[in-house]
């Protein structure tokens, strides 16, 4: 074992690391949430809209589409989200976003990169792709969340990593303290592509850190669509109700 690893496996036992919710500590090499607070994530199962991957209560015994992609036909293929946008999930989103404890990309990463692996094994994905931010909203948080969280997954399917010419054309409000009506108008014709074709032809994962209207990553992948993808499959962390 190099000394290193043993370095950090030493200290690890000796100052654990506490957990990012509950403050326990945590002796698992590189892990950042207790095994307790691993239990209580509430990971999407089916049933779920076969589209959009919206959870619903209750028994579904076939696979079926939600009246809102029914009413409107996302621009994505299909979109997944690893666990639902509350407790654990939640308080490390937030804490990786807003409090810039990047070091929790991977933890949600790993979560994310397994819903990926779950719902688009039989998918050929040619890369991996994620929301961009306004280069205002970069500057103020410094990072860009979903491009770090775009990074490990694509590292861990082997896959490359790219922002496919995506850029913001403006400034836009936090969708978070929208309605889905007001989400929708926020962010259309809020992407474009670079002139540069990459995008033509190809099928893209596109990473978000949370999907709940899906109103930015239908106006993303409808950006993309519109500049040649071939498909465009969605994955986040968390789903948001």
């Known amino acids: ?81 690893a666990a639902l946008y509350d407790g654990p999930v939640q308080h490390c989103v937030k804490a990786f976003k807003y409090g810039k404890r990047t070091h929790l990309a991977r933890e949600l990463g790993a979560l994310l990169s397994s819903c990926a692996r779950v719902h688009y094994a039989d998918e050929i994905v040619d890369a991996v792709t994620y929301v961009p931010l306004h280069r205002r909203r970069r500057r103020e948080r410094t990072f860009n969340q979903a491009h770090l969280l775009a990074g490990f997954v694509a590292r861990d399917l082997g896959v490359k990593l790219t922002d496919a010419g995506l850029y913001r054309t403006r400034h836009t409000d936090t969708q978070a303290l929208l309605n889905a009506k007001a989400r929708r108008r926020n962010v259309e014709g809020a992407f474009a592509v670079k002139p540069n074709g990459w995008a033509r032809g190809r099928s893209l994962l596109l990473i978000d850190d949370i999907m709940t209207t899906g109103a930015t990553v239908d106006a993303v992948a409808r950006t993309l669509k519109g500049a040649g993808a071939h498909r465009v499959w969605v994955a986040t962390v968390g789903r948001g109700v």
């Not at 403050?23 to 207790?34: D, N, P, S, T």
């Not at 696979?63 to 029914?70: K, P, T």
């Open 1 to 81: 074992m190099p000394l290193a690893n043993a370095l950090s496996l030493l200290l690890d036992f000796v100052y654990p690391r506490p957990c990012a919710v509950c403050g326990a500590g945590v002796i698992e090499r590189g892990r950042h949430l207790c095994w307790e607070c691993w239990r209580d994530v509430g990971l999407i199962e089916f049933p779920f809209c076969s589209w959009c991957g919206d959870p619903v209560a209750g028994q579904v015994d076939n696979h079926y589409v939600c009246a809102w992609c029914r009413r409107r036909p996302p621009s994505f293929d299909r979109a997944r989200s």
